[in-house]
T-cell receptor, first 114, second 111 residues
Framework: DTAVSQTPKYLVTQMGNDKSIKCEQNLGHDTMYWYKQDSKKFLKIMFSYNNKELIINETVPNRFSPKSPDKAHLNLHINSLELGDSAVYFC?????????????FGEGSRLTVL | GEDVEQSLFLSVREGDSSVINCTYTDSSSTYLYWYKQEPGAGLQLLTYIFSNMDMKQDQRLTVLLNKKDKHLSLRIADTQTGDSAIYFCAESWGYGNKLVFGAGTILRVKS
């Protein structure tokens, strides 16, 4: 029933490891996003895909690699995790051309790097 | 460059009005948004305003937009304890419906 779902909700891992976060939306939207929220609650866009094509790629280390197998899924893979990667990662979706441009957010995946 | 600024904290008593302020930079933003984030949850759209409007009212919420000063505000009438959350102002920026968010205003409602 959940519109935008992310897994896992919590992830605790060691520095240097590689991890993935998955996102799926059942709203039929054609655009998906990854946002990072740091400990001060500041929210910043990382990537956006429209119909499986990368359209927004902010200044993010290339250790972060998004993958969109289809327009309903957008996964985030992170290599060689660092302490500064600890944050809450939010997936979101929207429908391009929709008047309001509203983003629908998942509940977030809290990543803690030790 | 893209920048959205908000005051970081607001504390009000239950039943009072709350006013959260925001300034933004992109005068070409078509829509401006207010999102609400409750503890441990994702962001949910609270309301939005089209850039050619000065005001929008939706039940207890009133949004005021001053395009000249690039100032946006959210007024919550009769604030309830359930309104305690973080409120994010956002503007649409450039291509791809990229939303740029402010740092969020923590609203605390005291009973």
């Amino acid at each position: 029933d959940t519109a935008v779902s992310q897994t896992p909700k919590y992830l605790v891992t060691q520095m240097g490891n590689d991890k993935s976060i998955k996102c799926e939306q059942n709203l039929g939207h054609d655009t998906m996003y990854w946002y990072k929220q740091d400990s001060k609650k500041f929210l910043k866009i990382m990537f956006s895909y429209n119909n499986k094509e990368l359209i927004i790629n902010e200044t993010v280390p290339n250790r972060f690699s998004p993958k969109s197998p289809d327009k309903a899924h957008l996964n985030l893979h992170i290599n060689s995790l660092e302490l500064g990667d600890s944050a809450v990662y939010f997936c979101a979706s929207s429908q391009a051309g929709l008047n309001t441009g509203e983003l629908f957010f998942g509940e977030g995946s809290r990543l803690t790097v030790l | 460059g893209e920048d959205v600024e908000q005051s970081l904290f607001l504390s009000v008593r239950e039943g009072d009005s709350s006013v959260i302020n925001c300034t933004y930079t992109d005068s070409s933003s078509t829509y401006l948004y207010w999102y609400k984030q409750e503890p441990g949850a994702g962001l949910q759209l609270l309301t939005y305003i089209f850039s050619n409007m000065d005001m929008k009212q939706d039940q207890r919420l009133t949004v005021l937009l001053n395009k000249k000063d690039k100032h946006l505000s959210l007024r919550i009438a009769d604030t309830q304890t359930g309104d305690s959350a973080i409120y994010f102002c956002a503007e649409s920026w450039g291509y791809g419906n990229k939303l740029v968010f402010g740092a969020g205003t923590i609203l605390r409602v005291k009973s």
